[in-house]
């Protein structure tokens, strides 16, 4: 089973308590169709913009994850910073952050 973590709030809500994560069925039937998500979106080296983004669309064995706080790593630091680049091309090229922007933080709870 794949887990699809969601580390975005709806545009219309307040996180109300940051210890707080709540799991939704994967059989939603709502899934992909639901509201836009905001999230915190990387989109050039030291500049980050709260974006509106689709819900992530999942299958029946899966489930997302409503994320109550994340938290970045050092290497979410790095990209940050602008010394490192991991979303590369097929040719394994670094793809700028201006052309396809990144939503970083994968410590979650």
Known sequence: MRVVISTIST???ELKSLSTSTLINGIDSAAGAGPMLRASVLCDVARVEIRDVARPVIAAHEVLVRVGAVGICGTDAHIFAGHANYN???RGLPIPLALQPQILGH???
């Open 11 to 13: 545009k219309h809500e």
């Open 88 to 90: 590369t091309n097929e």
């Open 107 to 109: 410590e979650i709870s």
